[in-house]
T-cell receptor
Framework: GDSVTQMEGPVTLSEEAFLTINCTYT??????LFWYVQYPGEGLQLLLK?????DKGSNKGFEATYRKETTSFHLEKGSVQVSDSAVYFC?????????FGAGTRLTVKP | EAQVTQNPRYLITVTGKKLTVTCSQN?????MSWYRQDPGLGLRQIYY???????DKGDVPEGYKVSRKEKRNFPLILESPSPNQTSLYFC?????????????FGAGTRLSVL
């Protein structure tokens, strides 16, 4: 079945550092890909999405490109802030099937 | 304000005592779903519903029941809770028919079964 694998955390960075969180997927069809963010004590909320190959999703300085050839959707941000500290989930949607990665906890220190 | 509301936010109970976690959405979404979140495992789907009176099992349905009598509500029922159901639970909804597949999540219910 479909699945999502993302890099294990936790990830600790200093403010203004570059962020990459790796995500790869396995799917039989042509899924939509997502990054969700979970701030402490809250539910998940959509950060960005991409629906087809080579699409780039972006929001709040975060970016991810749908790479069909490498089945990847890595999350990047050029300069992280303390307020970016959260848990990040990669996810895919393929017809009725929704799959999440295990989550990566990011801590940004001042 | 568009939202998914879960209640209660926190719940401590004992083994075998039936409980219900409520979920309500005000976005007129057809699709609703329940997940549990456990450390290192991410979110795993328990049950989902494509519309009123239509429910299907997710990956970890054992020990849970759901119902979808109205479009806005999707309660999660634990008939006889056990300690391995101690977890953080999330309800979500989405406008599946539009093809967006974006899920909107509630704030979560932290359940402890003693």
């Amino acid at each position: 079945g479909d699945s999502v694998t993302q890099m294990e955390g936790p990830v600790t960075l200093s403010e203004e550092a570059f962020l990459t969180i790796n995500c790869t997927y396995t799917a039989t069809g042509y899924p939509s890909l997502f990054w969700y963010v979970q701030y402490p004590g809250e539910g998940l909320q959509l950060l960005l999405k991409a629906t087809k190959a080579d699409d780039k999703g972006s929001n709040k300085g975060f970016e991810a490109t749908y790479r069909k050839e490498t089945t990847s959707f890595h999350l990047e941000k050029g300069s992280v802030q303390v307020s970016d500290s959260a848990v990040y989930f990669c996810a895919l949607s393929d017809n009725n099937d929704m799959r999440f990665g295990a989550g990566t906890r990011l801590t940004v220190k001042p | 304000e568009a939202q998914v509301t879960q209640n209660p936010r926190y719940l401590i109970t004992v083994t075998g005592k039936k409980l219900t976690v409520t979920c309500s959405q005000n976005m007129n979404h057809e699709y609703m779903s329940w997940y549990r979140q456990d450390p290192g495992l991410g979110l795993r789907q328990i049950y989902y519903s494509m519309n009123v009176e239509v429910t299907d099992k997710g990956d970890v349905p054992e020990g849970y029941k759901v119902s979808r009598k109205e479009k806005r509500n999707f309660p999660l029922i634990l008939e006889s809770p056990s300690p391995n159901q101690t977890s953080l639970y999330f309800c979500a909804s989405s406008d599946w028919t539009s093809g967006s597949n974006i899920q909107y999540f509630g704030a979560g219910t932290r359940l402890s079964v003693l």
